[in-house]
């Protein structure tokens, strides 16, 4: 019972949150950010997988999170909603909550195949080769997703909301809190399961030495493909979480900017770590909503010290330039970041007797 200690309290924290959301003690705003907290970590350990485990460097993963989104937002609309697109819904409306896990499953299984299609030119590619085609392959999904007038184009899509609004109709719950929640165990337990399984350790060969590995008896073309195909896969289901939360969905919000965003969480946490990426995607959230408030307030400060001309702001797209200046002060004094590639319980050994993923 112990070694199930930690376990216990997480799930138990998870059912506090969902309480507290249920009995309006949490403000919209506060449970959005939660939520996204969430699809952030699993957005992060998707990219660790390969860029800290494998030891690859992967700069287009938001690439495969727009497939998930606008996968899951068709699955969501064609199962569960009346839509120009699709017409009558193939599912009653009540049938959403049981059924919302099928979509979420396509997505993951649609942005699982883009992944395939990155991983078989990415054989004998290795650091910057791998990084331009990645992020060739960001470019050319959103494209794609751009030109297709039949699910918005430019525009956008919509209609997911309604998805959400039935799952409320039947039981007045924080769904997509709720779906998060399992969407963060779900991730965090394929990727530590896969990591000490003897795929893992073919993983860990690949990043050490990969001709090393192949002499080893290591089928690294087999490694790299399963690896890609669960990193994409998980990214899918993060962009699926991602457009059922807004309830609209824009290909150019997963751009290369979204891709640099889980590249900061995963540097910030610690590549290999997947305790310190789930810190990092925290403190990361955290900081970009801080940043929300801190300029205005840097606005009206300059402003009354006479630093910024009269009828001047500065605007959020600063905060693009203090977290990068923040990564680069990490990459100075701890390039290593919050953990390296060590998890908590090496960290503290003690956690070990109270806690188990398996």
């Excluded at 924290?13 to 309006?24: M, N």
Aim: aromatic share 10%.
């Amino acid at each position: 019972m112990r070694r199930y200690a930690i376990n216990i309290l997480l799930c138990a924290a998870a059912l506090a949150l969902v309480g507290l959301a249920q009995a309006d003690m949490l403000d919209k705003y506060v449970l959005t950010v939660i939520t996204f907290m969430g699809i952030n970590c699993i957005f992060a350990v998707s990219l660790n997988l390969v860029n800290g485990y494998m030891g690859e460097f992967s700069c287009g993963h938001g690439g495969f999170m727009c497939v998930g989104a606008y996968v899951g937002s068709l699955l969501s609309v064609a199962f569960f909603t009346d839509s120009k697109l699709f017409g009558a819904p193939l599912f009653a409306p009540e049938l959403a909550p049981f059924l919302f896990p099928l979509v979420l499953l396509g997505a993951s299984l649609a942005a699982a195949l883009a992944g395939l299609l990155v991983a078989l030119p990415s054989f004998h590619t290795r650091d910057d080769y791998l990084a331009i085609i990645t992020i060739a392959a960001n470019y050319i999904i959103i494209s794609i997703v751009e030109n297709i007038d039949a699910i918005g184009g430019p525009r956008g899509f919509s209609g997911m909301k309604k998805a959400v609004n039935a799952m409320s109709d039947f039981a007045d719950c924080p769904w997509m809190l709720i779906w998060t929640l399992i969407g963060v165990a779900v991730c965090v337990m394929t990727v530590y399961r896969l990591m000490t399984s003897t795929y893992g350790k073919g993983v860990s060969a690949v990043c050490q030495n990969e001709v090393a590995a192949e002499i080893m008896g290591v089928d690294t073309n087999r490694v790299k493909i399963m690896a890609f195909m669960v990193s994409s896969g998980l990214g899918g289901l993060a962009g699926a979480l991602y457009a059922h939360v807004y309830g609209y969905v824009n290909a150019q919000s997963f751009n290369l900017l979204k891709s640099t965003e889980g590249l900061v969480m995963v540097y910030l946490g610690g590549m290999g770590s997947i305790s310190g990426v789930l810190m990092a995607a925290v403190a990361f959230t955290l900081l970009v909503e801080a940043l929300r408030f801190v300029i205005p307030w840097l606005n009206d400060g300059l402003h009354a010290l006479s630093l910024l001309p009269a009828g001047y702001e500065l605007s959020q797209i600063w905060k693009w330039v203090i977290i990068p200046l923040t990564l680069i002060l990490l990459m100075q004094f701890r390039p290593e970041g919050f953990l390296g590639n060590r998890e908590l319980t090496q960290v503290f050994p003690r956690l070990k007797r109270w806690i188990t993923l398996k």
